[in-house]
């Protein structure tokens, strides 16, 4: 089992950048698929993105395609979500997520592990 911890969330203003961190302990994190989601007061859950195991491969929702970038250090046992131009709608906590089928998905249900999140405001 593997436990997840997000940093890295604050108040920006729009058009700035904040880098995320997923800390992960209690197993290798090389050998989960790892996705980045959102959720906004009073919305559903929503994938941001994802990224394979070795790294080799991302996949973003339309929505933050160009402006955010996944990343993995499989050394360091952690995951980046870098975040730039951001928008007042990017708004939200923020929570890492684990699997360990070897699918990059962009469901929910897909993920077996959560962090707890960390809050991003951006205002306008």
């Known amino acids: 089992q593997v436990q997840l911890v997000e940093s890295g969330g604050g108040l920006v203003q729009a058009g700035g950048s904040l880098r995320l961190s997923c800390a992960a302990s209690?197993?290798?994190?090389?050998?989960?698929?790892m996705g980045w989601f959102r959720q906004a007061p009073g919305k559903e859950r929503e994938f941001v993105a994802a990224i394979s195991r070795s790294g080799g491969n991302t996949y973003y929702a339309d929505s933050v395609k160009g402006r955010f970038t996944i990343s993995r250090d499989n050394a360091k046992n952690t995951v980046y979500l870098q975040m730039t131009s951001l928008k007042p709608e990017d708004t939200a906590v923020y929570s890492c997520?684990?699997?360990?089928?070897?699918?990059?998905?962009?469901?929910?249900?897909?993920?077996?592990?959560w962090g707890q999140g960390t809050q991003v405001t951006v205002s306008s």
């Open positions: 209690g197993r290798t994190l090389s050998s989960y698929v």
């Open positions: 997520a684990a699997t360990l089928r070897d699918i990059v998905s962009r469901r929910v249900a897909m993920y077996d592990y």
